[in-house]
């Protein structure tokens, strides 16, 4: 009898060991496989990686995303609202615009107001992205901008006295602050030549500004009636040579009033 209640306490023992080893064994295995992986984990140092969602692009490239003209052929853009950091404050934006208003005006290209007066503006900032190939984008900023005369400069647009003021709008480049499109009214010296020459001297005018070759202006050849009423109306295209880049085709629209480059 006592023999027998040995072996049932040996067997309960056993059978208690074989409970508690099952419940801890687990555990020692992760410790055996993490002491494992210590020992043989290489070390190296760290380098932060800047991540960015577009790439900078040349003037040119971004002449020719909002010419919809890229290397994967034509096609259109998409503008996304802007919400994240830019290289361009608003200010900065406006003040793109005021440069280059002044240099226009320097020319005798736009219409403008006699004596004193000031800009308001109004800019926000868009992410542009090709249709046609995904890896080009870039920030705009789309100022519209108006020209109120000084004593009224408190005035809102709608609230001036009417032909008191003068507007218009541009797309100015976040990246390089180069204005890339723009829409305004022409001079009364401009209102007097003919949409030929006027898009020759708007050529020469952006060959400097941007400091790239201009190769030609050519009609939009598949637009007849612009050509037939070139008098009234003139849709045309300016080839600006990027050099390794290749040859863009940038549209700029006329009519008596009004000039349109890339907008």
């Known amino acids: 009898m006592r023999r027998i209640r040995i072996q049932r306490a040996l067997w309960l023992a056993l059978t208690a060991l074989l409970i508690l080893s099952g419940a801890v064994m687990p555990s020692v295995t992760v410790w055996?496989?993490?002491s494992y992986a210590g020992e043989r984990t290489e070390r190296r140092p760290f380098e932060a990686v800047r991540l960015s969602l577009r790439q900078e692009l040349e003037t040119g490239q971004v002449l020719r995303l909002l010419s919809c003209e890229t290397d994967s052929g034509s096609g259109g853009v998409v503008w996304i609202n802007w919400q994240s950091g830019t290289h361009l404050t608003q200010g900065g934006a406006e003040k793109a615009v005021t440069d280059v208003i002044g240099q226009m005006m320097e020319e005798d290209m736009m219409h403008g107001l006699q004596g004193s007066w000031q800009l308001s503006c109004l800019a926000d900032p868009y992410l542009v992205v090709s249709d046609s190939a995904k890896e080009l984008s870039a920030i705009i900023w789309i100022v519209y901008w108006e020209m109120l005369p000084e004593e009224e400069g408190e005035l809102p647009g709608p609230m001036a006295a009417a032909g008191s003021?003068?507007?218009?709008?541009m797309y100015i480049d976040?990246?390089?602050?180069?204005m890339v499109g723009m829409t305004f009214p022409v001079s009364n010296y401009w209102k007097k030549l003919s949409l030929w020459e006027r898009a020759e001297l708007a050529a020469d005018f952006l060959e400097r500004y941007y400091g790239m070759e201009v190769q030609g202006v050519e009609a939009n050849s598949l637009d007849v009636q612009a050509v037939n009423l070139e008098d009234e109306f003139l849709h045309c295209f300016i080839r600006f040579d990027m050099g390794e880049l290749g040859q863009c085709d940038v549209p700029l629209m006329q009519d008596r009033t009004w000039l349109y480059f890339n907008a």
Do not use: F, Y
Request: charge should be negative; proline fraction near 0%.
């Open 32 to 34: 055996l496989q993490d």
């Open 165 to 169: 003021t003068v507007n218009g709008s």
């Open 174 to 178: 976040d990246a390089t602050g180069r």
